[in-house]
């Protein structure tokens, strides 16, 4: 069974390809024309060993937020189709990752509910030009298309990078855990019988 899924998304404002495959290695290429998003993606996909290939570009001389949301909805797209009807997948996968002085918190449930509670305070802080406040919305449209109940918790950092990556890297590490597959789990991991 192949879990892989090609994402196109083309509009007046993004134009983005997204490949995907839940089985990898962490492999791939990202080129957002955003290094640091680049950089997390990256993160993303060597800590998820989820092979991911971004080539995405738009009008990032509005603003940023159209092409990290869109990139979001990608990816929950992705992830969604590569996963099927969800079966064999232990469904839950939780993670604490430490980034020297910053630590994080992240729990999916592949619900097929898409909920995103974020407790990260980086509305006003910069990476170089990049608004971290891009990031909530990535990870909105991340559980909004791909029908996932996400909590996102900042325990606690004082480095806006290191609190990043710490989010990141807690996100991938549990993305892992709830995609990977238990021989034990007959169907669906749920009473109802369907996700």
């Known amino acids: 069974m192949m879990r892989t899924a090609i994402i196109k998304r083309r509009t007046a404002e993004t134009d983005i390809v997204l490949e995907i495959n839940l089985d990898g290695e962490g492999a791939g290429s990202r080129k957002t024309s955003l290094p640091f998003f680049d950089h997390m993606l990256d993160l993303l996909a060597r800590h998820s060993l989820v092979d ?7 009008d ?5 937020h159209h092409l990290v949301e869109d990139i979001g909805i990608c990816m929950g797209e992705a992830i969604g189709n590569a996963l099927g009807a ?6 839950y996968g939780t993670a604490f990752i430490p980034m020297d002085e910053s630590l994080c918190h992240v729990s999916i449930d592949l619900s ?4 995103l509670v974020y407790n990260v305070d980086l509305e006003r802080e910069k990476v170089k030009e990049f608004e971290l406040m891009q990031l909530r919305e990535f990870f909105k449209a991340l559980a ?9 918790n900042v325990i606690y950092g004082k480095n806006p990078h290191h609190i990043a990556e710490s989010l990141f890297k807690s996100f991938a590490r549990a993305l892992a855990v709830a995609i990977s597959i238990d021989s034990r789990v007959k169907g669906v991991l749920s009473t109802k019988g369907s996700l």
Do not use: N, S
């Open 52 to 58: 991911l290939t971004v080539t995405a570009r738009g």
């Open 60 to 64: 990032t001389d509005v603003d940023d």
């Open 86 to 91: 969800k079966e064999w997948i232990r469904r």
């Open 112 to 115: 097929g509910r898409a909920c």
């Open 144 to 152: 909004d298309k791909g029908g996932m109940t996400l909590h996102m």
